[in-house]
């Protein structure tokens, strides 16, 4: 399997194939992460197009990407904060990994399901009550970007990354436990 940095190469060289494999790749985890910013479905349809098409206006500027899938959702959090300004909205939705999946949740006894949909919801709140800087961590985390991407993305020193996600993790500990 080719890197993503070696698929930007190839499409640095030519190769829209290249294009369609980073799509194929990134398409659906970008959505999810594009889609927990922004409430409405079509916009978080838009910005993915967006964010795919400043791939392809970056090509040129290859020798300052070092990391693709850090710079990739670096540039989606950069156009969910512009449209969400652009549409003037008060408040913006935050992204919420469910503690199961619902196909998960499908094979799992009755009981231990709700119970599993319960901690969800649970977790959905409390997400909702952190401040911006510490729902962004969570977002991009549950994204699957590593904390030295999440820096990356949100350019701030890893160090503040390792500090907000610690912050993270014990205000949704406290506010789980009660």
């Not at 838009?46 to 540039?75: C, N, P, T």
């Not at 913006?92 to 006894?109: F, G, H, I, M, Q």
């Not at 962004?136 to 907000?164: F, H, M, N, Q």
Request: hydrophobic share 45%; charged share 35%; glycine share 4%.
């Amino acid at each position: 399997m080719d890197s993503d940095e070696a698929l930007f190469d190839a499409l640095v060289a030519g190769d829209m194939r290249a294009f369609d494999r980073l799509y194929d790749r990134f398409s659906r985890p970008l959505f999810a992460f594009i889609r927990g910013q922004l409430r409405d479905p079509s916009e978080a349809e838009d910005v993915l197009h967006e964010a795919f098409m400043a791939v392809l206006r970056a090509r040129g500027q290859r020798h300052e990407i070092r990391s693709f899938r850090a710079w990739l959702y670096k540039v989606a959090h950069h156009l969910c904060m512009n449209r969400a300004r652009k549409l003037d909205r008060g408040e913006r939705a935050v992204a919420v990994a469910s503690a199961v999946d619902a196909a998960e949740r499908a094979t799992l006894e009755p009981e231990r399901a709700f119970e599993a949909a319960q901690l969800g919801a649970r977790l959905k709140e409390a997400v909702m009550k952190l401040p911006a800087p510490l729902a962004e961590i969570y977002r991009l985390r549950t994204a699957g970007l590593s904390y030295d991407e999440v820096a990356v993305t949100l350019d701030v020193p890893l160090g503040t990354v390792k500090s907000r996600m610690h912050d993270m993790v014990q205000r949704l500990r406290k506010e789980l436990e009660r």
